[in-house]
């Protein structure tokens, strides 16, 4: 068992302060970034995230009587709900938990008492809902002693969120939360849905990886969302391809498409496949400072080909790269949210400095920069 540290301690501290009886144990999983691989997901293509050091937490207890009880330090009120209840009859953050219980419930995992707590930002794409979901599962299948395969428990978190949440996420952000490990990326296939680890530590190559909140609304996103993927059926059919990853000879799909959007797209998602295979590569071989140019011409493929980027993003990575970065990019689905900066770490200030400089002559909202950002391990029990 883990030595637990002071904030496990505090938050088993909280939850029998809440409950009236001390937690069986506190679990964790983490956030995660996507390194490279943007929009490829839904063209059953591949994506390299990793785990954030920042995750959330969950201390919990066994209950055998049927419900889960749970509750949040970063949400008001206490819910109890049947495991047997329907879909949509609990609302709200709740629904995530509560969701993943009942999901669980069908390989005979039963009810707990949950107190959640997180150091991860929510809604800022970094994926506090794959967190909350993953370190609840691994909570009760513990506390049940019911064991499933993590890349299983990633499957049925999505669903959890699929079906509970009614938000029709794919599969990268609970894969990266519960299968990744401290110093790797996770290359995942989305077609076939197979993992494997690439190494990636920049901070043992002298380098930083920012993850920059360019506080830059999303609200475009979800139409915006549904069209990108809607064209992307649309040229797969065109081509006769069974998704976007299939298409081989880019110069002769692109000369069977008359639409000069659907082109776009299409160069975007194939090229955006070669980036992350040639990512991996650079990743395999040691050479973590040389994925930054891959990582610009991610960026200008979303920007330009894609056509989802956003003005404070492309701002930001330019004046990153002026600055002296290898490189940056967009990540997450666009129109707003955040851009990922690698730099050598003696740059940092500067390029953070650079970056603040240009915002504030534009009288734009400051941004925020995480720096906790080391590759983590995925979700696992602290106490
Ligand atoms: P992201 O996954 O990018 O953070 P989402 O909108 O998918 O954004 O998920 C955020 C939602 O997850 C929150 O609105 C809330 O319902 C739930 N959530 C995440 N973390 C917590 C937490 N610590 N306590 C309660 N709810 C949380
Ligand atoms: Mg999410």
Request: glycine share 10%; aromatic share 4%.
């Amino acid at each position: 068992m883990p030595t637990p540290s002071p904030a496990h301690a505090a938050l088993a501290a909280a939850f029998a302060e809440a409950f009236g009886h001390a937690p069986e144990g506190v679990w964790r999983a983490p956030g995660r970034v996507n390194l490279i691989g943007e929009h490829t997901d839904y063209n059953d293509g591949l994506v390299l995230p990793f785990a954030l050091p920042l995750g959330v937490s969950v201390a919990a207890s066994r209950r055998d009587d049927g419900l889960v009880e749970v509750r949040s330090l970063q949400a008001d009120g206490t819910v109890t709900a049947p495991l047997s209840g329907a879909p949509g009859d609990v609302k709200g953050w709740a629904a995530y938990p509560v969701g993943m219980a009942r999901v669980l419930r069908e390989r005979g995992v039963g009810g707990a008492t949950l107190l959640i707590d997180s150091d991860l930002p929510q809604g800022a794409g970094l994926s506090s809902s794959a967190a909350l979901e993953c370190a609840t599962a691994i909570a009760l299948c513990d506390l049940h002693g019911v064991e499933v395969p993590a890349a299983e428990l990633a499957r049925l978190a999505q669903r959890a969120e699929n079906e509970h949440v009614g938000v029709p996420s794919g599969i990268m952000d609970q894969s990266a939360s519960m299968l990744s490990t401290a110093g790797s990326a996770l290359l995942l296939d989305c077609r076939t849905g197979l993992t494997s680890n690439v190494p990636f530590a920049p901070q043992d190559a002298g380098l930083t990886l920012m993850v920059i909140d360019t506080r830059a609304s999303h609200e475009l996103t979800g139409g915006e969302y549904a069209q990108r993927r809607a064209e992307c059926e649309k040229a797969a059919e065109i081509l006769g391809v069974p998704a976007l990853r299939d298409v081989k000879d880019l110069p002769g799909a692109l000369a069977r498409l008359d639409d000069p959007v659907l082109r776009r797209r299409v160069q975007h998602i194939v090229t955006e496949n070669h980036r992350v295979e040639a990512t991996v590569g650079l990743l395999r071989a040691g050479a973590v400072a040389e994925i930054g140019g891959l990582l610009l011409a991610s960026h200008m493929s979303l920007r330009d080909q894609y056509e989802v980027s956003w003005t404070e993003a492309n701002v930001a990575v330019d004046e990153a790269v002026r600055a002296g970065a290898r490189g940056g990019r967009m990540v997450g689905g666009g129109f707003g949210g955040s851009v990922i900066v690698l730099t050598h770490t003696e740059r940092a200030d500067r390029v953070r400095d650079a970056i603040d400089a240009a915002y504030a002559a534009r009288s734009w909202t400051p941004p925020v920069f995480l720096t906790e950002t080391a590759p983590s391990q995925g979700a696992r029990r602290i106490a």
